[in-house]
Nanobody
Framework: QVHLKESGGGSVQAVGALRHSCAFD????????YAWFRHNPGKERERIAT???????TYADSVNDRFVITRDNPKKIVKLQMNSLKPDDTSMYYC????????????WGQGTQVTVSS
């Protein structure tokens, strides 16, 4: 079983920056995908970024060119650098992981709040 613990987030003014991190406790296979999600109550959960163990990345259009996902495989840490933050970025942010052959993400972090004021 993989356990995830998030840290970072916080409150900033636009157009500030924040760094978010997720530490993984457990066996990490090379076939796993790591992701950052955000979810506001009453809205659909949004997958904003993914990264594979080899380092391939994807980004949602809403954060493309502003957010950067990175990983440190030996330390089992995934980070999300959030730049040029907007009030619309205010949300709970979650890290998650799944294997390539899984449809859903079974393992999630506890979530951290990001608040961006105008």
């Amino acid at each position: 079983q993989v356990h995830l613990k998030e840290s970072g987030g916080g409150s900033v003014q636009a157009v500030g920056a924040l760094r978010h991190s997720c530490a993984f406790d457990g066996f990490i296979a090379g076939s796993m995908i790591y992701a950052w999600f955000r979810h506001n109550p009453g809205k659909e959960r949004e997958r904003i970024a993914t990264i594979t163990v080899p380092g391939g990345t994807t980004y949602a259009d809403s954060v493309n060119d502003r957010f950067v996902i990175t990983r440190d495989n030996p330390k089992k840490i995934v980070k999300l650098q959030m730049n040029s933050l907007k009030p619309d970025d205010t949300s709970m942010y979650y890290c998650a992981t799944r294997r390539y052959d899984e449809v859903e993400y079974p393992d999630w972090g506890q979530g951290t709040q990001v608040t961006v004021s105008s």
